[in-house]
């Protein structure tokens, strides 16, 4: 029960980086070694945030406790944030990894000089 949010949370994180990876920060031999670059270092933050994110996403759920009430009494605090329960909770939980992941990959980068062109 306690490894329940990080492996639903493991789902759209995978999906989420793997389409960040494709589609934004896909490479391409026609652009310059600078954006080429940044692009690698994106893609390989964006799965480290995904880890990062599902490794999170599991912590915050169990941090009061492993047993299906305490994880179900946090997602609905969770969700209470939003005005819901823990349905919304549970949503969020599952959501958070892939923000997280193209929040990293973005920053990385930029850092890395991406996007100039």
């Given at each position: 029960m306690?490894?329940?949010?990080?492996?639903?949370?493991?789902?759209?994180?995978?999906?989420?980086?793997k389409?960040?990876?494709e589609t934004?920060?896909k490479d391409?031999?026609d652009?310059?070694?600078e954006?080429r670059d940044?692009?690698?270092?994106?893609?390989?933050a964006?799965?480290?945030?995904a880890v990062?994110?599902?490794a999170g996403?599991?912590?915050?759920?169990?941090?009061a406790?492993?047993?299906g009430?305490?994880?179900?009494?946090?997602?609905a605090?969770?969700?209470g944030l939003?005005?819901?329960?823990?349905i919304?909770?549970?949503a969020?939980v599952a959501?958070?990894?892939?923000?997280v992941?193209g929040?990293?990959?973005?920053?990385?980068?930029?850092l890395?000089?991406?996007?100039?062109?």
């Open positions: 306690a490894a329940a949010p990080a492996v639903l949370a493991a789902g759209p994180a995978y999906a989420g980086a389409i960040m990876n934004l920060f391409q031999p652009l310059c070694q954006e940044a692009r690698s270092a994106a893609r390989t964006t799965n480290i945030g990062a994110g599902v996403a599991g912590a915050v759920t169990v941090a406790g492993a047993s009430a305490a994880i179900m009494s946090t997602l605090g969770i969700g939003v005005g819901g329960g823990a919304a909770g549970t969020i959501a958070a990894p892939v923000a992941a929040a990293i990959g973005y920053g990385i980068y930029k890395f000089g991406g996007g100039k062109e």
